[in-house]
């Protein structure tokens, strides 16, 4: 039971972040008439800001102090799940044709697992 508390704190942030992350995605697409690309740019880096501090105090309680360890391997993990989150977006798009919307949302699937497995392992692993 201890190693599922994590991954339902996981959840539970991962769909804030989600919903921070289309609502920016809406504000700039549909209220401000922003490229998708650049809009899905702005809606990660906004969400990962929120999602670095649950993270580090709530999700994976890493509270030692270790920024200087941590910021840059969450920054690390972060562009590794944002990579796989943007090239699957690109892919749904561009090659699948799917519409721009629910590749967004579809993305999200395939950044939060990334970004938990880079997390859990890489970020706020205690040693």
Known sequence: MAEVTPVVRFMLIGTLNALITVTVVWLMMDEFDCNYIATNITAYIIAQINNFFWSKYWIFTSREGKFRREVPLFLIAFGCAYFAQFLALLVMVEVLDLNEYLAQFLGLFVYGAVNYLMN????????
């Open 120 to 127: 859990k392992r890489v970020t706020f692993l205690h040693r």
